[in-house]
């Protein structure tokens, strides 16, 4: 592992990861366009989330209040369970999960569509924000802009340090849309969010729903999302050999 990298953010305990070390996360070995590139990947805040249990979130920028509503129930409901939240940093339900995660007491990791010395913590996250409970990670080069692709491409790095992942309002094509259906090709829980009067802008769950997505949906006694489903897939090992992280100690 090395941590010799510096660029001029102040990120703490800033280290690079090569895609060959032993210290490379083994839940991301099997991603095709890390171990492809041979990228090594950058890391700022607190390493050892990536020993825990996650759950990705990915929707659109410009969620309805109820998608809004959703996202934040399941992120409240994983903090409070000691799951990590992971998403990808952008407006909408990406930057909702992210501070309700951290707002409710939990953790969080922010994937990076760019290079790791772009990152500032957004001034509406600030007032929740605890370097000890986040972790910020890219796959690019320090300097790599912003681009399309580079938020498509880090999907995949979102599904690989998830267990599962949850999807609010996918369009009928985009990211949102190809993140669930990579999630399915790599063999991991999917659940879509599902409730009344769905936008018009959201046609992707049903077209996820129909490929393998699972229905999540809001409890009528308790009015909050129906995860103990997830949870117990979060927790779960994908074989024998596999052993899954102790939760997280309520913060």
């Given at each position: 592992m090395n941590s010799e990298f510096k660029n001029g953010a102040d990120l703490p305990n800033l280290t690079v990861v090569d895609a060959d070390s032993e210290q490379f996360p083994p839940q991301l070995k099997g991603i095709p366009s890390l171990n492809r590139s041979s990228r090594p990947l950058y890391f700022a805040g607190?390493?050892?989330?990536?020993?825990?249990?996650?759950?990705?979130?990915?929707?659109?920028?410009?969620?309805?209040?109820?998608?809004?509503?959703?996202?934040?129930?399941?992120?409240?409901?994983?903090?409070?369970?000691?799951?990590?939240?992971?998403?990808g940093n952008a407006k909408g339900i990406d930057f909702s999960a992210h501070?309700?995660?951290?707002?409710?007491?939990?953790?969080t990791i922010l994937v990076l569509p760019e290079g790791i010395q772009s990152f500032r913590v957004r001034k509406d996250l600030r007032s929740v924000w605890d370097w000890n409970?986040?972790?910020?990670?890219?796959?690019?080069?320090?300097?790599?802009?912003?681009?399309?692709?580079?938020?498509?491409?880090?999907?995949?790095?979102?599904?690989?340090?998830?267990?599962?992942?949850?999807?609010?309002?996918?369009?009928?094509?985009?990211?949102?849309?190809?993140?669930?259906?990579?999630?399915?090709?790599?063999?991991?829980?999917?659940?879509v969010a599902v409730y009344e009067n769905m936008p018009e802008?959201?046609?992707?769950?049903?077209?996820?729903?129909?490929?393998?997505?699972?229905?999540?949906?809001?409890?009528?006694?308790?009015?909050?999302?129906k995860l103990a489903g997830l949870f117990d897939e979060v927790f779960l090992p994908r074989d024998p050999l596999e052993t899954v992280g102790p939760q997280l100690a309520l913060i």
């Open positions: 607190n390493l050892s989330l990536l020993g825990f249990p996650a759950i990705g979130f990915c929707g659109s920028r410009k969620s309805s209040e109820k998608g809004m509503e959703a996202v934040r129930d399941c992120c409240e409901q994983a903090a409070q369970n000691g799951i990590v939240v992971v998403s501070y309700t995660a951290l707002a409710s007491g939990g953790c409970r986040a972790l910020v990670v890219s796959q690019f080069a320090p300097d790599a802009p912003w681009t399309v692709f580079r938020a498509m491409e880090r999907n995949d790095l979102i599904i690989g340090l998830s267990r599962a992942m949850v999807v609010v309002e996918a369009g009928d094509t985009g990211g949102t849309l190809s993140a669930g259906k990579a999630t399915l090709k790599a063999g991991k829980p999917l659940y802008n959201a046609p992707g769950n049903d077209i996820l729903l129909k490929i393998g997505g699972k229905r999540l949906s809001k409890s009528r006694a308790s009015g909050r999302a």
